[in-house]
C-alpha cells in the first residue's frame, strides 16, 4: 500500500509554500511548524517531510530547531532535508532526532559523500531527492539553478551504490495542483525497479495518490494540496485507518 507523507517545508521558521520552487511567489500558513506536527500526528500520521528552505538556498542547514522542536514533542517521524552538505550536518540532522535525512544539491556536487552516507548511516536512512526541470535536468539550490545533470544518469550512479530511496519532483508540476508527472514516475518504476519512489509535486486529489499506488510508487508526498484543503486531516486519517 502506499504511504502518505505530508509535507512542510520552512521558510524564516514559518511554514510556507512555493509556486514552482519560486522564493519570491508562496503563501505563509498561520500555524506553527510543531501545532502543524502535533495535528498530523493527532490524525494518525506516521511520517513527515521537513524541508529547510532556507537551508536549502543558502547550502547549509538553519532550521535545526524546528527539526528538534518537532522530533521532541511528537513521536512522528521526520525525514529531513535542505542544505544539508557535509558529514557535521548530516550527523547534526540524526542528533536532532531525524529518522532520514534527504539529500539533493549535495548529491550532484559530491556523489562521493552521499554514497559514504549510504554506506555509514544505512540505505534506510538516506533519500536522494531529484528535483527535475524541462528535458529532465536536475536543478539544485532549492530549485534556483538548473544544472545539464540528465535525471537518470544522476540517479543510475547511486542506484549501482545500493541507493533504497528516491524523492523526485516535477518542477512544472510542483505547486500547481494539475496532477503529478505519472509518465516520469512510469519510466523510473522501469529503469529502477528495486527503487522505492517517491512521487512529489503536482498531486492534488485522492484519485492522483490512487493511479501513483497503481504504477507501484512506494510513497505520495503532499504539499500544496494539504493546505489548499483538498487532501484534509480526516483524509489521511481514513487512510491510515483502512491500512491497519
Known amino acids: 500500500m502506499i504511504e502518505l507523507v505530508p509535507s512542510m517545508t520552512i521558510l524564516g521558521g514559518k511554514c510556507v509554500r512555493l509556486k514552482q520552487g519560486n522564493y519570491e511567489d508562496y503563501t505563509t500558513y498561520k500555524v506553527t511548524p510543531l501545532e502543524l506536527a502535533q495535528q498530523f500526528e493527532e490524525h494518525g500520521v506516521r511520517r513527515l517531510h521537513l524541508i529547510d528552505l532556507d537551508g536549502a538556498r543558502a547550502g547549509r542547514v538553519i532550521n535545526y530547531e524546528v527539526l528538534g522542536m518537532i522530533t521532541r514533542y511528537t513521536s512522528i517521524e521526520v525525514d529531513f532535508g535542505g542544505g544539508i552538505s557535509n558529514d557535521g550536518e548530516a550527523s547534526t540532522a540524526f542528533d536532532y532526532g531525524a529518522k532520514m535525512i534527504t539529500v539533493g544539491s549535495i548529491a550532484v556536487y559530491n556523489p562521493n559523500l552521499v554514497n559514504g552516507w549510504l554506506v555509514t548511516y544505512g540505505r534506510n536512512r538516506v533519500i536522494l531527492s531529484a528535483d527535475v526541470m524541462a528535458g529532465n535536468k536536475i536543478a539544485v539550490t532549492g530549485r534556483q539553478k538548473q544544472t545539464d545533470v540528465d535525471l537518470f544518469e544522476f540517479v543510475e550512479q547511486f542506484y549501482e551504490q545500493s541507493l533504497l530511496y528516491l524523492k523526485c519532483s516535477s518542477n512544472e508540476k510542483d505547486g500547481m495542483m494539475e496532477g503529478p508527472d505519472f509518465e516520469l514516475y512510469k519510466q523510473l518504476i522501469s529503469q529502477f525497479p528495486d527503487l522505492r519512489i517517491m512521487a512529489s509535486g503536482g498531486i492534488s486529489s485522492m484519485d492522483d495518490i ?27 486519517e481514513k487512510f491510515y485507518a483502512s491500512a491497519q
Open 210 to 236: 490512487k493511479k501513483l499506488e497503481e504504477l507501484g510508487v512506494y510513497a505520495a508526498v503532499i504539499g500544496k494540496a494539504f493546505y489548499e484543503g483538498r487532501i484534509t486531516l480526516k483524509d489521511f
